[in-house]
C-alpha cells in the first residue's frame, strides 16, 4: 500500500505521523530545521519561501504552544496565515468537516494545519484533496485524538539530536500517561526509524496500552528501575480530558509514584537531558527542582519547535535547505 503522506516520487506530500515514515525523510527534516533554528536573532526575520502561499491554522482543539508556533513558523516563512476560530466558525452550525475543507479550498489555501479531537481526521482530509483533484494542497497534523502529534515528535528528535549527536547508542525513557498519548506514540516511532537501540516506557498499568511490546519498547511499572542509566527522559502529563474512569487514585499518587524528582533523575546518566512536550503539571509529573534545573531542556524544545515546523512546512511547499 503506497504511504498516503508521500507522493509518487516519493517525496513528502503531508506530515500525518512519524510512523513509516523513511529515515532518509525524517534527517531531511531535522537538517532542514537547522538552517532554521536562530532565523529569529538574525537581521532578517523572515525567508521568502512561502511568499503567496496561504496556511489556515484549523484547531477544532484548544492549543495555545502549538498553534502559536505554527503562526510564528509560517510568518517566518513569509506564508499568509489564517487562523479560524473553530468553535464560532461553520462547524459549530453543523457543517461537516469536509464541506468546511472544501469551502477553504475555494478560497485557495495551499496547506492546512488540522488539529482534532478525532484520530484518523487529518488522513480524511489528505484523502478527500485527492478524491477532488486538489493534490498541491497539503497537510500538517497538529494532533489528532491519541493517535500522533509528527511536529512534536519531530522537534523531539531535533531536540535529542542537538544535545546527544548520535541516535544510535542511546536509551530513552519515556514516563507518564502514555495510553492516551500522541506524542508518545510519534516519539516511539520516530526514535525506532532513526536507530535508538532501547527505548523504554514507565508508567502505572492503567495508563500503558496493551500490546507495546510489539513496538519494541520495554515496559516498566517501576520508575526507578525504568530510569536507571537512561540518556534522555521524555515526562508526560495526565490527559486528563482524554480519561473516563478512574485510572489514577490522585494526582498526588501519582507524583509519589512516577513524580520526576532529583533522587529519581540521579538514577539516570549523569548528563542525562529531561524533556517535557508540555504544558507542565508541576508537583504532579515533575518536580520544579527538576523542570528548572540545568538538565531540563524544556524551554529550547519550543525554540526548536518553531524551526521544524518551518522545515515541515517549506518541504511540504516544495522548498527546502
Do not use: W
Not at 504511504?3 to 523513511?22: A, I, S, V, Y
Not at 549527536?165 to 500522541?182: E, Q
Not at 528501575?225 to 494526582?251: C, F, H, S, W, Y
Amino acid at each position: 500500500m503506497l504511504n498516503p503522506q508521500l507522493n509518487k516520487d516519493g517525496q513528502l506530500q503531508h506530515l500525518l505521523t512519524t510512523e513509516g515514515l523513511p529515515k532518509a525523510i525524517l534527517t531531511h527534516i531535522l537538517d532542514t530545521a537547522s538552517s532554521f533554528v536562530g532565523i529569529s536573532d538574525r537581521d532578517v526575520k523572515k525567508v521568502p519561501l512561502l511568499r503567496g502561499k496561504s496556511v489556515f491554522n484549523l484547531f477544532f482543539e484548544n492549543s495555545t504552544r502549538t498553534r502559536t508556533t505554527f503562526e510564528i513558523a509560517s510568518k517566518r516563512l513569509s506564508a499568509d496565515v489564517i487562523n479560524l476560530n473553530i468553535s464560532a466558525s461553520s462547524a459549530s452550525k453543523g457543517e461537516s468537516l469536509l464541506d468546511t475543507i472544501d469551502n477553504l479550498c475555494a478560497m485557495h489555501a495551499d496547506m492546512f494545519v488540522v488539529r482534532h479531537s478525532q484520530s484518523g481526521a487529518p488522513y480524511l482530509i489528505a484523502k478527500h484533496l485527492a478524491e477532488i483533484g486538489q493534490d498541491h494542497v497539503h497537510i500538517v497534523n497538529a494532533g489528532d485524538g491519541r493517535h500522533a502529534h509528527p511536529t512534536q515528535g519531530l522537534l523531539d528528535m531535533y531536540t535529542i539530536r542537538h544535545y546527544k549527536k548520535d541516535f544510535t547508542n542511546l536509551t530513552v525513557a519515556i514516563v507518564g500517561d502514555i495510553l492516551h498519548s500522541r506524542v508518545a506514540r510519534s516519539d516511539i516511532h520516530a526514535l525506532s526509524t532513526l536507530g535508538v537501540p532501547e527505548i523504554r516506557v514507565i508508567g502505572p498499568y492503567t495508563l500503558l496500552p496493551a500490546g507495546m511490546e510489539q513496538m519494541g519498547v520495554r515496559v516498566f511499572s517501576d520508575i526507578n528501575a525504568g530510569l536507571k542509566d537512561v540518556d534522555v527522559i521524555i515526562m508526560l502529563r495526565l490527559q486528563n480530558e482524554r480519561m473516563t474512569g478512574a485510572l489514577l487514585p490522585t494526582a498526588q499518587e501519582f507524583f509519589k509514584s512516577y513524580g520526576l524528582t532529583a533522587e529519581r533523575l540521579a538514577l539516570a546518566k549523569p548528563d542525562a537531558i529531561v524533556m517535557h512536550p508540555g504544558p507542565m503539571n508541576r508537583g504532579v509529573e515533575i518536580d520544579s527542582a527538576v523542570a528548572d534545573g540545568p538538565q531540563a531542556v524544556i524551554l529550547p524544545q519550543v525554540t526548536f519547535g518553531i524551526a521544524v515546523r518551518m522545515a515541515v512546512m517549506s518541504i511540504l511547499g516544495g522548498h527546502s535547505a
